[in-house]
């Protein structure tokens, strides 16, 4: 077969495309030709450039968000077939060889476009589902990234009422609420005064910080109501040095929560708790069923061949940019 190609990332702030050889599947494997991948702006930007909290280290092939088709499939394979529609967490590259338990057909209606947005969506997922939100608390997310703004749907979904998101761009914030928010603050100084307003409480029952802005933490406790929740969803790329822990969570009896993904079980479900391929299974369903619109969060589109002008466009923080789908097809 001809060569592959994939991205790599040889140091900080510098990335290519380079051939490969796709090998064959091994027993239990597939191996997978590209349709689309999506980038995911804030954790692949900040290991592009190598920011605090990423201990990258060079090569790297990022990326984890890919669908593709069965395009071969090793021994002990009966659940695939070659021609299936599936997704998977592999990198940006035109083939991928991976495991067939990690795989999930795509439902048969769902387009590429919107099923590259599974692992993004349940990355958001999994800290919704450590908030526990109950049927009416009110919900104020921070961060109308591509990340806030699916959590917001989220917290919807679960019957978080109103959700509130929270940026400091207008036009973030409108995209905001055509996809998951009720209401909508610009964030500054005046952020916790204007929320209690907004509310008519002391604050939001449930906080998640979606930026990882490390300043933002001490604004997301301040933004709480008493003995509320603090999810924190948002990779923190550095300190955060101006929390008053006595004042902001120790007296106010706050819950905090860390939601990086990481924390999920390897094999089994719990309360709060449940394994990736059991999220990214609820999030084909809700993006089949039409529960979660992705279709206006989808910004820009690259050939693969344009892969570093893609990258480019991440590291300049474009603020318009939001769902980066690269097309392989």
Not at 15 to 34: I, M, S, T, Y
Request: hydrophobic share 45%; glycine share 10%; charged share 20%.
């Amino acid at each position: 077969m001809m060569p592959g190609q994939r991205a790599v990332v040889s140091a900080a702030g510098q990335v290519a495309l380079e051939p490969f050889d796709p090998p064959p599947p091994l027993p239990g494997q597939v191996r997978l030709r590209a349709l689309r991948t999506l980038i995911s702006p804030g954790t692949e930007r900040a290991f592009f450039l190598s920011l605090d909290n990423t201990g990258a280290t060079y090569p790297l092939y990022p990326g984890y968000s890919f669908v593709g088709l069965v395009e071969a499939r090793g021994a002990e394979v009966t659940a695939l077939h070659v021609g299936d529609r599936v997704v998977c967490p592999a990198p940006h590259a035109s083939h991928a060889l991976v495991d067939a338990e990690v795989c999930l057909p795509l439902p048969a209606d769902l387009p590429a476009d919107q099923a590259a947005f599974f692992n993004l969506l349940a990355i958001a997922m999994q800290g919704l589902r450590k908030a526990r939100i109950e049927l009416g608390e009110s919900v104020a997310v921070l961060g109308a990234g591509l990340v806030g703004i699916l959590a917001m749907r989220l917290a919807q979904l679960s019957g978080g009422l109103p959700v509130i998101g929270i940026d400091l761009d207008a036009r973030r914030l409108e995209l905001a609420r055509r996809v998951g928010a009720d209401d909508s603050l610009i964030g500054g100084d005046r952020l916790a005064a204007d929320l209690r307003e907004l509310l008519g409480s002391a604050g939001a029952d449930v906080v998640i910080e979606a930026t990882g802005a490390p300043d933002l933490v001490a604004t997301a406790f301040q933004a709480a109501a008493e003995k509320g929740r603090v999810i924190l969803l948002g990779s923190a790329r550095g300190d955060s040095e101006r929390v008053n822990f006595y004042r902001d969570v120790h007296r106010k009896g706050l819950h905090i929560i860390g939601a990086h993904e990481i924390t999920r079980p390897r094999r089994e479900n719990s309360p709060g708790y449940w394994t990736q391929f059991s999220e990214h299974k609820v999030c084909l369903e809700l993006l089949a069923r039409g529960r979660v619109d992705v279709r206006p969060l989808i910004t820009h589109r690259y050939n693969w061949r344009d892969f570093p002008q893609a990258y480019a466009h991440l590291a300049d923080w474009d603020r318009e940019a939001l769902g980066i789908l690269i097309e392989w097809t």
